[in-house]
């Protein structure tokens, strides 16, 4: 009898093992060798200009109207706007909990000509639209119904995404006054011996919409897990790789811990025909101190909508922000060199052929 009591023990163990967070299996999964093509990048030009000052740039996105923006933390003001047509630069929302201030960016968006810049600790946005001069300005400035948001994206200039740490669902849609529509979503699977719920906090994740708004591109931080939102259909799709990691939870009382310990996806960019997402893949041990150059990526994926992967990108320099010019076939990288960040454009026309 005691046999019997030990061998249903057993077998209902491993299936809350296997079962824990998302109930649902991911739709599938890729490898390095899913990418056919592969190009490697080496013949990056620096951009110069002796009036930029960049600090500890966090966020680097391309504005059509030809201007790089940038979110920057410890220095006077957080937004820097390069004009690439006459190198003039332009700095913007200050340090500070007041009107037009915000005390760390977190998150740059661009949705036809404006700027979206989002602050997790005031819980709010702040819209920056230009003049007929290429000088920017506030045009709008307000805050979100959501609490502890971790991620925000702007989809349309009247919907907007969001994560939240604490939800037990994946996705929070707002309306462009910042209110909630609807919640979505559950999480990704994981293992853990304790009864420990997903959340955002564990699935931690960068995210971009297609320029149409109908579709949200996910990619966890600390697994390889990516995700595809169908807005309209209210649907999502996983795929993993390329390491396939099965990740375990700890619950350690006031937080917890994930084995095995990988920095993997980190920011994405988009087009109407598919999404990039840089990714760098590195395993740290417990209680490694992690040197920076070994924190940030220095390859980019590159998918079409339905998850399918198109082509891989190696770079020499890790980099933090990237995006690109998809109308010149420009990339342009925040790269680490020499430890100091550098600005680098490559041309990437034979990447599209």
Request: proline share 5%.
């Amino acid at each position: 009898m005691r046999s019997i009591e030990r061998l249903i023990f057993f077998v209902v163990a491993i299936f809350f093992l296997t079962s824990c967070g998302n109930p649902k299996k991911d739709n599938g999964n890729f490898s390095d060798d899913s990418f056919k093509k592969v190009y490697h990048l080496t013949d990056g030009i620096l951009y110069k200009n002796d009036s930029l000052f960049i600090g500890h740039p966090l966020w680097m996105k391309y504005h059509p109207d030809s201007f790089l923006v940038l979110q920057d933390y410890q220095t006077p003001e957080l937004i820097k706007i390069i004009d690439l047509k006459n190198n003039h630069i332009q700095s913007m929302i200050p340090e500070g909990r007041g009107p037009g201030e915000m005390l760390v960016g977190w998150g740059i968006e661009i949705i036809d000509k404006d700027i979206y810049a989002f602050g997790a600790q005031l819980n709010k946005v702040i819209v920056l639209s230009p003049d007929d001069d290429r000088k920017f300005f506030i045009s709008g400035e307000f805050g979100i119904d959501v609490k502890l948001v971790m991620e925000f994206c702007p989809l349309k200039k009247d919907l907007f995404a969001s994560l939240c740490a604490a939800d037990e669902q994946r996705l929070t849609l707002l309306d462009g006054d910042g209110k909630i529509i609807r919640k979505t979503g559950d999480f990704p699977s994981f293992q853990s011996s304790s009864n420990i719920k997903g959340d955002n906090d564990i699935f931690q994740s960068g995210m971009i919409g297609s320029p149409d708004g109908n579709i949200i591109a996910l990619a966890c931080r600390s697994t390889d897990v990516i995700e595809i939102y169908d807005v309209k259909k209210d649907e999502f799709k996983r795929i993993q790789g390329p390491k396939g990691i099965r990740l375990t939870v700890i619950d350690q009382g006031i937080a917890k811990s994930l084995e095995p310990r990988f920095d993997t996806y980190m920011l994405l960019s988009a087009c109407e025909d598919e999404f990039w997402v840089s990714y760098n893949g590195y395993k740290s041990e417990k209680g490694e101190q992690i040197a920076t150059e070994n924190q940030l990526p220095k390859q980019i994926f590159c998918f079409d909508w339905k998850g399918r992967p198109l082509r891989k990108i190696l770079l020499d320099y890790p980099f933090g922000g990237f995006d690109i010019d998809w109308k010149n076939k420009i990339l342009y990288t925040l790269e680490l060199r020499d430890n100091y960040p550098h600005i680098v454009k490559y041309q990437i026309d034979t990447i599209f052929k």
